[in-house]
C-alpha cells in the first residue's frame, strides 16, 4: 500500500495495547516512522527488524504536560486509547479528559489528519461504554485537523476482551444460563480487517472528515457466536436463556468466569442490548474488500492472531 508522500511521521496512542501494537508493526513494516505513545518505555518490546522505524515516547494522556515530549510535526495521529479497561466506574470522565488533552495537544502541531477507531453504535439503549465513545468522537472532531472515524462492532482476535470472553465462556461452562438479550444481533469483524481500514484510510483524500462503520460478512446473535466457537472447538455447549437476568448479575457471571473485571464486564453487558449491525458501506466504495468470515477469524484467533 502506498501512502501520500507528505504522510511520514505518525503518532499512535495506545501503541501497547492490543490492536495499537499491531498497527503499529504493520506502518513501521511499510516504511513510515511511528511515534508510539506510551506510559511505560518498559512494558514494549520492539523487534529489531523495525526498531529504527519506532520512537517511544512515555507520557499520559490524562496528564496534558507529559506531552510534550511528542514532536510537533507529525502528518497523522492515530486515537486507540479508552479507560474502560482500566476497571475504573468513571472511565467517561476519564475519556473526555484524554481526549480533550490530545485535542490541545494535536492543535499545536502540524498534523494533518486524525483517526479514531470508535463503536459500532445503533438503537435507542445506548450503554454508558457506548455514549463514551461517541463523546470522544464529538471532541476528536472539535481539533483543527480533519478527522477519520471508523465505527467498529466486536472485533476478533487472539488478544481482543470481547474475544476472549467468548472463549472463555465457551471453554469453561457446558451449560451457560443466559439472559434473552443474548438474541441481540451483532457483525463482528476480525483484526486483520481492523488493521487493513486502520491503514488504508492514513492519507486518503475521500477519507477526510468522513465516519465509516466497518464490519464482516456475517450478521449473528451472541448466542449463535458462542455457539459456533464450541463448534469450532468441537465441544458441545447448552444455552438456557431465563426471561430476568440485570446487568449486574450478568457482569458477575462474566467475573466469575472469565478474566476480565468487573467494571468492564458490566460496561460490557450493557453494550451487548443493542444491535450493532453494519448500516452504512460506503467505505466498500473506496476500499472494496472481502472481509474474514467470523468462523475464519475465530480460527485465527485460536492459533493467536
Excluded at 496528564?63 to 507529525?74: A, Y
Excluded at 466457537?229 to 457482569?251: G, H, M, Q
Aim: glycine share 4%; net charge positive.
Amino acid at each position: 500500500m502506498d501512502f501520500p508522500k507528505n504522510f511520514k511521521k505518525i503518532l499512535i496512542t495506545g501503541a501497547n495495547g492490543y490492536i495499537g501494537s499491531k498497527l503499529l508493526i504493520s506502518l513501521a513494516e511499510k516504511g513510515l516512522h511511528i511515534y508510539a505513545l506510551v506510559r511505560s518505555k518498559a512494558k514494549v518490546s520492539i523487534d529489531p527488524s523495525i526498531k529504527n522505524q519506532i520512537t517511544l515516547i512515555e507520557g499520559d494522556l490524562l496528564i496534558e504536560d507529559s506531552l510534550k515530549n511528542i514532536p510537533k510535526d507529525l502528518d497523522a495521529a492515530y486515537y486507540l486509547v479508552h479507560s474502560m479497561n482500566k476497571g475504573t466506574k468513571n472511565f467517561r470522565q476519564l475519556d473526555q479528559i484524554a481526549a480533550t488533552n490530545f485535542v490541545h495537544f494535536i492543535n499545536t502541531t502540524s498534523c494533518q489528519q486524525i483517526i479514531y477507531l470508535g463503536a459500532l453504535i445503533h438503537g435507542k439503549a445506548v450503554s454508558k461504554h457506548f455514549s463514551s465513545r461517541l463523546e470522544v468522537e464529538k471532541i476528536l472532531q472539535k481539533a483543527k485537523c480533519p478527522v477519520t472515524v471508523l465505527r467498529a462492532g466486536i472485533i476478533i482476535g487472539s488478544g481482543s476482551a470481547s474475544y476472549k470472553i467468548i472463549d472463555d465462556l465457551v471453554r469453561k461452562l457446558p451449560i451457560m444460563i443466559a439472559p434473552r438479550w443474548l438474541r441481540s444481533r451483532c457483525q463482528p469483524i476480525s483484526i486483520e480487517d481492523v488493521l487493513f481500514y486502520l491503514s488504508s484510510v492514513l492519507g486518503h483524500a475521500n477519507c477526510m472528515n468522513q465516519t465509516f462503520e466497518i464490519a464482516g460478512p456475517d450478521i449473528l446473535t451472541y448466542k449463535q457466536m458462542l455457539l459456533e466457537v464450541a463448534k469450532i472447538r468441537n465441544c458441545k455447549r447448552w444455552i438456557l436463556e431465563v426471561p430476568v437476568l440485570t446487568p449486574s448479575l450478568s457482569s458477575y457471571w462474566l467475573l466469575l468466569v472469565t478474566s476480565t473485571n468487573f467494571s468492564l464486564a458490566k460496561s460490557l453487558v450493557e453494550s451487548l442490548r443493542s444491535d450493532a449491525i453494519c448500516t452504512n458501506t460506503k467505505i466498500q466504495e473506496i476500499f472494496p474488500r472481502k472481509c474474514l468470515s467470523f468462523q475464519e477469524a475465530i480460527r485465527r484467533a485460536m492459533q493467536g492472531n
